[in-house]
């Protein structure tokens, strides 16, 4: 079939790449000229593992091309994507629909008869049915489930697909385009606009209370000495429960879960449902941030003025360069604001954090990082950062202590290595000055 993706950013670079890889031909456009240019080169502007490769490939094929013409992307496609952002509104909690809205009133204003605009983008209950009866074009709604890091693999080998229409051909249509996907046994929800809309942040506002959840458990563990890695094991092996999104930290952020979450119960609101359980779960999780804050002052002598500080992480999670919401960046932030000199080292996202913070210290390496620290912050969970060797590290910093946000270094390992180690979840730090106990994380 003849495609088009209208936005290539994360999702709708992602979707196009991988619709040509099922053998579609596809458009994607966008209005941003130096975008629609590096993807038709070849060239993917972000971060994602899988999707350089597939959009090189598809546009040196003839497959895939870009284009910032909507007169074109209307003449050319029978389906046309929509996959721009709804990021959080600035006056508040809502949902901004203005990119949603211009890319559907702009290709609807060119496709050809018997076109279907299809809606991926994650919006607020009812915005399908307004977009029908506005442009008075066939609408359905196909909500993506990708998880930055895993795009590719969550669109070429979805957990399920969802279809909301309207109509008999809509259907026809969506799984003409899906067939592959369908012929290899992915599970298909078929239903209407309400109930696809609800999908997707019905699921992100889940795995966002099951991460709260088990950060409040945290909190408890702190208060009491408990172990939470243990506590966490324990309730995983429960059959009902599972052992998924269960490990303490410092939080979630980037650009879905917490503007989800808000945008959600905002709009349950206006239609007179009350979810204060999302006001908590965001509650609880910008709390971890604070938390990671007092055990650095704590671990400085009660004030990080002036102490050296080596934050390792800036993305919101590994595998990826976003830094939106990064609970990494805002600790780093919020300490440099404290006076502490923070240098911060990522994998991939230095150049997204530089320009997100240009105030604060960036190093080249990890060892760049550590060299001459007095504390370690572990905050963003990259494979990298627990393969460092706690023993060289603790000849590069000046002093060995260390925080372990993520909940993943080995304790015992570091301990061993003259490491001063407080990991989230515990009654407090283990190591070198002779604490120890189950709130250790050992």
Same mark, same amino acid.
């Given at each position: 079939?003849?495609?088009?993706?209208?936005?290539?950013?994360? !999702?709708?670079?992602?979707?196009?790449?991988?619709?040509?890889?099922?053998?579609?031909?596809?458009?994607?456009?966008?209005?941003?000229?130096?975008?629609?240019?590096?993807?038709?080169?070849?060239?993917?502007?972000?971060?994602?593992?899988?999707?350089?490769?597939?959009?090189?490939?598809?546009?040196?094929?003839?497959?895939?091309?870009?284009?910032?013409?909507?007169?074109?992307?209307?003449?050319?496609?029978?389906?046309?994507?929509?996959?721009?952002?709804?990021?959080?509104?600035?006056?508040?909690?809502?949902?901004?629909?203005?990119?949603?809205?211009?890319?559907?009133?702009?290709?609807?204003?060119?496709?050809?008869?018997?076109?279907?605009?299809?809606?991926?983008?994650?919006?607020?209950?009812?915005?399908?049915?307004?977009?029908?009866?506005?442009?008075?074009?066939?609408?359905?709604?196909?909500?993506?489930? *990708?998880?930055?890091?895993?795009?590719?693999?969550?669109?070429?080998?979805?957990?399920?697909?969802?279809?909301?229409?309207?109509?008999?051909?809509?259907?026809? *249509?969506?799984?003409?385009?899906?067939?592959?996907?369908?012929?290899?046994?992915?599970?298909?929800?078929?239903?209407?606009?309400?109930?696809?809309?609800?999908?997707?942040?019905?699921?992100?506002?889940?795995?966002?209370?099951?991460?709260?959840?088990?950060?409040?458990?945290?909190?408890?563990?702190?208060?009491?000495?408990?172990?939470?890695?243990?506590?966490?094991?324990?309730?995983? *092996?429960?059959?009902?429960?599972?052992?998924?999104?269960?490990?303490?930290?410092?939080?979630?952020?980037?650009?879905?879960?917490?503007?989800?979450?808000?945008?959600?119960?905002?709009?349950?609101?206006? !239609?007179?449902?009350?979810?204060?359980?999302?006001?908590?779960?965001?509650?609880?999780?910008?709390?971890?941030?604070?938390?990671?804050?007092?055990?650095?002052?704590?671990?400085?002598?009660?004030?990080?003025?002036?102490?050296?500080?080596?934050? !390792?992480?800036?993305?919101?999670?590994?595998?990826?360069?976003?830094?939106?919401?990064?609970?990494?960046?805002?600790?780093?932030?919020?300490?440099?604001?404290?006076?502490?000199?923070?240098?911060?080292?990522?994998?991939?996202?230095?150049?997204?954090?530089?320009?997100?913070?240009?105030?604060?210290?960036?190093?080249?390496?990890?060892?760049?990082? !550590?060299?001459?620290?007095?504390?370690?912050?572990?905050?963003?969970?990259?494979?990298?950062?627990?393969?460092?060797?706690?023993?060289?590290?603790?000849?590069?910093?000046?002093?060995?202590?260390?925080?372990?946000?993520?909940?993943?270094?080995?304790?015992?390992?570091?301990?061993?290595?003259?490491?001063?180690?407080?990991?989230?979840?515990?009654?407090?730090?283990?190591?070198?000055?002779?604490?120890?106990?189950?709130?250790?994380?050992?």
């Amino acid at each position: 079939m003849r495609l088009t993706v209208i936005g290539t950013g994360r !999702l709708g670079a992602t979707h196009a790449a991988c619709m040509a890889e099922l053998g579609h031909e596809v458009a994607g456009i966008d209005v941003d000229r130096g975008k629609v240019a590096a993807l038709g080169a070849g060239r993917v502007p972000f971060h994602e593992p899988g999707l350089a490769p597939l959009v090189a490939r598809h546009t040196a094929s003839g497959r895939l091309r870009f284009t910032t013409s909507f007169e074109e992307a209307g003449a050319f496609g029978q389906v046309h994507f929509v996959c721009v952002g709804t990021p959080q509104r600035q006056d508040g909690d809502a949902a901004d629909l203005t990119c949603v809205e211009r890319a559907f009133a702009a290709i609807a204003g060119h496709t050809r008869k018997g076109a279907l605009l299809v809606g991926r983008s994650t919006v607020p209950v009812g915005t399908a049915d307004r977009l029908a009866a506005a442009h008075g074009v066939e609408i359905a709604w196909n909500p993506e489930f *990708l998880r930055e890091g895993f795009a590719v693999r969550d669109t070429l080998r979805p957990d399920r697909l969802v279809f909301g229409v309207r109509t008999a051909r809509a259907e026809r *249509l969506l799984r003409t385009v899906y067939a592959p996907l369908l012929g290899a046994g992915t599970p298909l929800v078929v239903t209407g606009f309400a109930t696809a809309e609800l999908v997707k942040t019905a699921a992100n506002s889940f795995l966002a209370t099951r991460i709260s959840f088990i950060n409040a458990m945290a909190e408890v563990c702190e208060a009491t000495g408990g172990d939470v890695r243990r506590l966490a094991e324990a309730l995983g *092996l429960d059959g009902r429960i599972g052992p998924a999104f269960l490990r303490a930290g410092a939080g979630f952020g980037g650009g879905c879960l917490p503007e989800d979450i808000r945008a959600f119960a905002h709009r349950a609101a206006e !239609l007179g449902v009350d979810l204060g359980l999302l006001r908590q779960v965001d509650a609880i999780n910008m709390r971890r941030r604070d938390r990671v804050i007092a055990m650095a002052r704590e671990l400085c002598g009660g004030t990080v003025l002036g102490a050296r500080v080596a934050v !390792l992480g800036a993305a919101f999670k590994p595998d990826s360069d976003d830094v939106r919401d990064s609970p990494a960046l805002n600790v780093a932030a919020r300490l440099g604001l404290d006076g502490a000199d923070v240098t911060v080292y990522d994998p991939v996202a230095m150049d997204n954090a530089r320009e997100a913070f240009p105030l604060l210290g960036y190093a080249l390496s990890a060892e760049e990082a !550590l060299r001459g620290a007095e504390l370690v912050l572990h905050l963003t969970e990259w494979p990298q950062f627990r393969e460092v060797d706690p023993v060289r590290a603790a000849a590069l910093v000046y002093r060995p202590r260390i925080v372990d946000g993520r909940g993943v270094l080995d304790a015992d390992r570091w301990t061993a290595a003259g490491w001063r180690f407080w990991a989230l979840g515990g009654s407090g730090p283990v190591g070198a000055a002779g604490e120890s106990g189950e709130g250790g994380q050992r």
